[in-house]
């Protein structure tokens, strides 16, 4: 039974999951059980059906960060194996080092925030990317350096795309 600790918006929660059938899953958040039904759709787009409502996630990753579009809303989490968790806490934190900006799903860049050389804090906005006709603000997990930023306004970008990196 795979067990990660996920951290979202500076929460941690503990995560448990059991597969029940091909596409069936029991999903234990924090002591609380979901019934999760999750299929891919296309190429990183899926549809789950979490206790029987139905939800269309467009995604991408980097290693252990994960940037989710659910029903509009923008998510950038980081999931982690206990055992690499516990050894990243024994050093500089959870989220650190080179952190990679990715477009969650298709759309249209409206506005770029910030500027390669600029200092940023955690869960700062760096881009405002337009997707569904619904404007969603891209966020860095870390602190750091905006290092790059590989699109402009008004650029037309792909699922997964690199938008921007923070060292």
Do not use: W
Request: charge should be negative; aromatic fraction near 4%; proline fraction near 4%.
């Amino acid at each position: 039974m795979p067990r990660y600790v996920v951290e979202q918006a500076g929460t941690v929660y503990e995560v448990e999951v059991r597969q029940r059938g091909e596409h069936e899953y029991t999903v234990i958040v924090d002591g609380r059980e979901l019934v999760v039904d999750a299929c891919a759709v296309e190429e990183y787009v899926c549809s789950l059906i979490v206790n029987g409502a139905c939800h269309e996630v467009h995604y991408s990753q980097d290693r252990d960060h994960f940037s989710l579009l659910i029903s509009g809303e923008h998510y950038e989490l980081v999931a982690r194996n206990r055992r690499s968790r516990a050894a990243l806490q024994a050093g500089a934190g959870l989220v650190s080092g080179r952190q990679l900006i990715s477009a969650p799903m298709p759309g249209r860049v409206v506005k770029v925030l910030v500027a390669p050389g600029q200092k940023v804090e955690a869960g700062q906005p760096l881009i405002t990317l337009e997707a569904m006709k619904m404007e969603n603000e891209l966020r860095t997990p870390t602190e750091g350096t905006v290092s790059e930023i590989s699109v402009g306004e008004g650029d037309v970008v792909t699922t997964g795309q690199k938008l921007a990196v923070v060292e």
